[in-house]
């Protein structure tokens, strides 16, 4: 088939996202300038550049009480600060659990039961579970076309990885299950890994 997007898919459901796939899911932490505290899972999420290392997720559509974003580009509006969690596979249901509209004053961390951990070059909360987080100095918010699109891109200043995760000095992605985003409402577990050498190695 082919379509173009303005004139529809004639499909049961949209299967743009589900051509881009897997995508990593950012676990977004932020805490707003009234000191609460809101956690969300963003599979628009990816890392954009090393030197300095920096993040980007991307927000769509608005909550009725945020105006024209959600609840984590707000907060990262108000203090210009973000971290990033990784979701493993025993975290699923947790992360699942925060992505419930929830209002504006509901922390998503007691919601789902998940301890709080501090950053420590920014003022938020971090996901104590996850495998690692990326504590984020914010750089940019980009506004798309069409109605409450924004991409947010941050720096990372701080990487908290947990010890268990890290074998003979690199990152062991045995050491836990890594999920993935693909289309519709499924996901992918990584649990098999091999290595390519590339041309010029
Ligand atoms: C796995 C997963 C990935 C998601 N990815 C996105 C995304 O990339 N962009 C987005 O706007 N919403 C995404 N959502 C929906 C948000 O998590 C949801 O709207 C949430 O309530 C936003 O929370 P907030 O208002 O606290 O930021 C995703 C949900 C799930 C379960």
């Excluded at 881009?20 to 805490?31: L, N």
């Excluded at 974003?69 to 210009?80: A, C, F, L, Q, W």
């Excluded at 990784?86 to 509209?101: I, P, Q």
Aim: hydrophobic share 40%.
């Amino acid at each position: 088939m082919f379509y173009r997007p303005e004139d529809g898919h004639g499909l049961p459901r949209n299967p743009f996202n589900a051509l881009i796939t897997p995508r990593p899911i950012g676990w977004i932490s932020t805490r707003g300038a009234d000191g609460r505290d809101n956690l969300a899972p963003y599979s628009f999420f990816n890392a954009v550049a090393y030197v300095p290392p920096q993040v980007m997720f991307a927000s769509t559509s608005a909550k009725p009480d945020r105006g024209d974003t959600k609840d984590s580009v707000g907060n990262i509006r108000e203090t210009g600060v973000f971290a990033v969690n990784v979701v493993s596979y025993a975290l699923k249901d947790a992360m699942n659990a925060t992505s419930a509209g929830l209002g504006r004053e509901e922390d998503e961390f007691a919601v789902a039961g998940l301890e709080k951990a501090p950053c420590e070059t920014i003022d938020c909360p971090r996901v104590a579970a996850a495998p690692a987080t990326l504590e984020c100095r914010l750089v940019q918010i980009v506004q798309l076309p069409g109605e409450a699109n924004f991409v947010t891109f941050g720096e990372v200043t701080g990487v908290h990885i947990r010890d268990e995760v890290l074998k003979d000095g690199f990152v062991d992605l045995t050491a836990y299950v890594p999920l993935t985003r693909l289309g519709y409402r499924d996901y992918g577990k990584i649990d098999s890994l091999f290595t390519l050498a590339r041309p010029d190695d």
